[in-house]
């Protein structure tokens, strides 16, 4: 019986013997166990003397242990610890347990099951309270972790993806830098800021022979990132393909609204405009160009090939905005250089609103061709961030940026060992 409750409590130490329940388990709150803790001492801890009847047993110390719950009930332990003194040299110790760290009275499956919470988005206080410990008890646990995380400063990956994210209260920047390996997908590290100045001190933190090693950096629109080819002067730079027609989708979305604020609130091209805007969003290649419908506002039935057309006979703004977007889309997904040139050619005439954006898209021209001649994108690191959004928002923030990180790490970790 001892036996099976030792391996329904997670005890694995053979010296713990004698383990009873000593309450009635139809009663409300905790489970209450009782065990002993007894052996034989090899040595003195403290002098280190072998045990040759030197060590003599000396009275008994009571503890109270915090198990891992059972039953959706918290289960404490009333460990009877043996208590020893040495007659070489008059010092007195406990009987040790592999059950709890020295001196600690939470077992260390509660720990290991702390850590693991830790790496969900939950709150730090919803995990005290599914572990029967305190919240200061959780962020001490999770600064244990800390000593764990070291940076290699020999070694980058060959390929970065870089963006940034939300930042936390006390941080020094609003948003926070993120990085992982372009190729394994594995995340690295986020940083306090994002400035120009922090990245190359952090950066230039990693041996030369590292920094030689960084052939590729895959970032998106942001102006700064590309400024990094001082610090790794081997590397190109590749826009990543997502941000490149979400510029274009911008500007034509922004020609569409205003072309639509000419007309009239009762006009039936604003309401055409305003309620079929996601069709001039889609690719030419998908409208269907088979099926007749009714559409509101426009007489007759048509296909979704036909309304765009009709839309774009509205003004001729709105058709070299509407080309000019799937030009550009087209050429990013075929990876069609010649056509993104003739796309990006400074002498074409756009609306002033794709002008805008167009103008920022030549500045990039390069890192953009590098797009469409590389595999790599910022997806899998859009997708790291969109778990590192889930997990500051369901634990409603963070007001301190090092235990930011480190549930980030451990998130990432616990992920890749599983």
């Known amino acids: ?7 329904l409590l997670g005890i694995k130490d053979q010296n713990i013997k004698k383990v009873t329940i000593i309450n009635n388990i139809q009663e409300k709150g905790p489970i209450e166990v009782q065990a002993v803790l007894d052996y034989r001492p090899k040595a003195c801890p403290k002098c280190g003397v072998l ?12 503890v109270k242990v915090k198990l891992l719950r059972s039953s959706e009930r918290d289960v404490l332990l009333h460990l009877k610890k043996r208590n020893f003194k ?31 919470k830790l790496s969900e988005p939950v709150t730090m206080t919803h995990i005290a309270h599914e572990l029967n ?22 070694w980058l990956p060959s390929v970065i993806c870089m963006d940034e994210i939300k930042s936390t209260k ?15 997908h594995q995340f690295i590290d986020i940083l306090e800021s994002r400035t120009l100045a922090s990245l190359e001190k952090y950066f230039n933190r990693y041996t030369k022979a590292a920094r ?11 102006y700064t990132y590309p400024e990094l080819v001082s610090v790794f002067p081997e590397a190109i730079i590749v826009t990543d393909r997502f941000h490149i027609v979400k510029s274009a989708v911008v500007g034509f979305n922004q020609t569409r609204i205003r072309v639509m604020k000419q007309f009239a609130k009762s006009n039936i091209k604003y309401k055409a405009l305003k309620r079929y805007w996601k069709l001039l969003l889609k690719p030419n290649e998908k409208l269907d160009i088979k099926n007749y419908r009714h559409y509101s506002f426009i007489a007759g039935r048509h296909t979704q090939n036909q309304i765009v057309e009709e839309m774009l006979e509205f003004d001729p703004d709105l058709k070299r905005a509407y080309d000019a977007l799937h030009t550009l889309r087209s050429a990013v997904k075929y990876r069609d250089l010649p056509r993104l040139r003739q796309v990006l050619d400074a002498s074409n005439q756009f609306p002033e609103e794709m ?9 990039s021209q390069e890192s953009i061709e590098n797009a469409l001649r590389y595999q790599y994108s910022n997806g899998p690191l859009e997708g790291t961030n969109n778990k590192i959004k889930v997990l500051k928002h369901t634990a409603y923030g963070f007001g301190n940026f090092n235990n930011f990180r480190l549930r980030i790490h451990l998130m990432f970790a616990l992920k890749k060992g599983a």
């Open 1 to 7: 019986m001892s036996k099976d409750t030792k391996f």
């Open 51 to 62: 045990n040759r009847k030197s060590i003599i047993r000396y009275g008994w110390r009571q």
């Open 86 to 116: 040495c007659k070489v040299c008059n010092s007195y110790f406990l009987a040790a347990t592999s059950l709890t760290q020295r001196n600690h009275t939470i077992s260390n499956n509660v720990r290991i099951a702390c850590l693991e």
């Open 133 to 154: 410990i305190s919240s200061s008890t959780v962020v001490s646990m999770l600064k244990t972790y800390e000593r764990d995380l070291l940076t290699h400063y020999d």
């Open 170 to 184: 006390d941080a020094n920047g609003s948003m926070s830098f993120v990085f992982m390996d372009g190729e394994t």
């Open 212 to 222: 030689m090693g960084v052939k590729v950096i895959v970032t998106d629109m942001n």
């Open 355 to 363: 002008e805008k954006h167009f103008l920022k898209l030549r500045d």
